[in-house]
């Protein structure tokens, strides 16, 4: 092809302007809470960035406190529920820390699916004496027949004990908060099950985002069906972990509907700086020993959860509505998140150094407050108070 007509056809067919990835600054482990232990564990037995396992560490700990309770933040309570993307290329062994990080969800499920197994089968015994009834009584009545028994109460389905949904549709979300737990983590270490699905197809995207927003601020989500009444969810509560790569991250960030939605601006990103190259393998003694502590100290990360987990939530008579407690802010605690809100305020001004992330700078503070709580209960699930060290 002609060299002119070549760059005619260039400038027809221009490339994207992409903003240059600026250096991300690193995980302040020293203010890691309850989670810099287990973090640095996966880190040893993986080799990871730290960052990857420290994201899906915390979001397993927003989805077992969750349903235990809200936070004082500086514009009302919130729940603590945490949205999260990692952004990490292929190797660089995201679904390791992943599958670690979660085993104690994992088990949960298996252990407490028994014991659901049990109560289905005796609700289901249960409906059909009660539907019997109902029909006998109905009979009766629309015969004019006395009715000396009273029908038995509707009898109330075990809630399935699924905590972790990954390929999900609002729809499906929808179907699962009918039977199922009403505390969830929507967790994928494969992009394309979330971005790449049928929830974020053209025609889809508007309507994801919205209702992933709902979900994050804990509001009730609606459903209508054609001929059918409206159904409302209420009292649910769900966090969110999705891993990326690097090429899917850049097209999901210049989303002009996840942007403009305010999917993104609910979520903490971690696009933490490659180890693939660096991660040699090394066989003796020390390393032998240091692997087991890190085994020791990510299992008692997995007996933290596993109680949070089995600890009885509080609900509004429907085992499927969360009614979580209240957690304050120590009044030193509350300083500080003021201090930190007014100083992120200032960075959104004109020329400051959020002013073109303002969306995200804007959640800043209840995003910070929301970390706390979790951490809070991560500390002592018997809590009611965030103190000034959690919320440093």
Known sequence: MPRDASIALNSLNPEPLVRSQPDGRPLPLAHLGPLREPALALADLTQAPIEIG???????????????????????????????????????????????????????????????????????????????????????????????????????????????????????????????????????????????????SKDNQLKTAAAMSKVWDAAPLNRTRSGQSLDTFRHRRGCLHVMLQAGVAESVFANDTLRDQGFLSRCLIAWPESRIGTRLITLNEEEASKRAIAQEKLGAFDNLIDRLLSLPSSDTGNPRELVPRRLELSSEARLLLVSFANEVERQQGKDGELAHITGFASKAAEQAARIAGVFALLADPATNVVSLTVMT
């Open 54 to 200: 420290f994201q899906s560490l915390l979001a397993v700990s927003s989805l077992a406190t969750q349903a235990h309770a809200n936070i004082e933040t500086l514009a009302g309570d919130a729940p603590l529920s945490l949205f999260l993307l990692t952004v990490a290329a292929s190797g660089e062994r995201k679904s390791t820390c992943d599958k670690l990080a979660v085993s104690a969800v994992h088990q949960w499920e298996e252990d407490n699916y028994a014991a659901y197994l049990h109560c289905r089968a005796t609700y289901d015994l249960e409906l059909g004496i009660f539907e019997q009834a109902q029909r006998k009584y109905v009979k009766a009545q629309n015969g004019g027949d006395v009715i000396e028994e009273e029908v038995p109460q509707q009898p109330v389905a075990p809630v399935i004990p699924r905590k972790i949904l990954s390929d999900v549709t609002y729809e499906g979300l929808l179907h699962h908060f009918e039977e199922g737990d009403p505390s969830v983590g929507i967790f994928s270490d494969a992009w394309g099950q979330f971005f790449c699905g049928h929830a974020m």
